[in-house]
């Protein structure tokens, strides 16, 4: 069976529903909170707890507007398609395979962009913005169980490595992330180990 014309498993699409409405949501709270925090420079925005969980030192970062706008309205832009395409597909709608393909490509650069940020706010600000951690945690189910829904072709031409991705599918995912879990916690252990 091709993924062409045909419905999405309904425990992936409420995956990709879930994770899309939580996308939202962060990224729309951060975009208030940016906003506040653009509009008024003594705004402390609800995710600044301490010193290193520090939403103010993330968001009044250069990396915080990559393209020259605050970063959220990409998460708004892209969490509504995902949003979207979650809900239709939760309803039973049979999307051409570009469609799935272009959501693959979309969440490809999202996930791209979310190790690029986790970088940058692990390593190089050494700051962690809870709303944007909740962003980081949505995108890799939704990248991950769309492109193995959009390998099923393969997976059924016997390819190995779509049959392996879809059988460790639970795997990978708590590896990915265990990977931002030791990242984090090896990075801030001295901070949080006094």
Not at 11 to 35: C, D, F, H, Q
Not at 52 to 62: D, G, Y
Not at 146 to 161: K, M, V
Not at 172 to 190: H, K, N, Q, S
Request: hydrophobic residues 55%.
């Amino acid at each position: 069976m091709s993924a062409h014309g045909v419905a999405m498993p309904r425990w992936r699409a409420a995956v990709v529903t879930v994770a899309g409405l939580i996308g939202l949501a962060a990224a729309l709270v951060l975009s208030i909170e940016k906003y506040q925090l653009l509009v008024n420079p003594f705004y402390r925005p609800s995710c600044s707890v301490n010193e290193k969980v520090n939403c103010t030192a993330v968001m009044q970062s250069e990396q915080s507007a990559l393209l020259g706008f605050p970063n959220p309205y990409l998460g708004l832009i892209g969490f509504a398609i995902v949003l979207t395409i979650g809900v239709a597909a939760l309803a039973g709608t049979r999307f051409p395979g570009w469609i799935w393909k272009g959501l693959s490509l979309g969440i490809l650069a999202g996930l791209a962009l979310v190790a690029w940020l986790a970088y940058q706010s692990i390593v190089v600000i050494e700051a962690l913005c809870p709303y944007c951690m909740v962003v980081w945690v949505v995108t890799i189910p939704v990248f991950l169980f769309t492109t193995i829904y959009n390998l099923q072709p393969a997976r059924q031409r016997g390819s190995g490595l779509a049959a392996g991705l879809s059988e460790n599918r639970w795997v990978i995912l708590i590896a990915w992330y265990a990977v931002f879990v030791l990242l984090i916690g090896i990075r801030f252990w001295d901070y949080w180990s006094t």
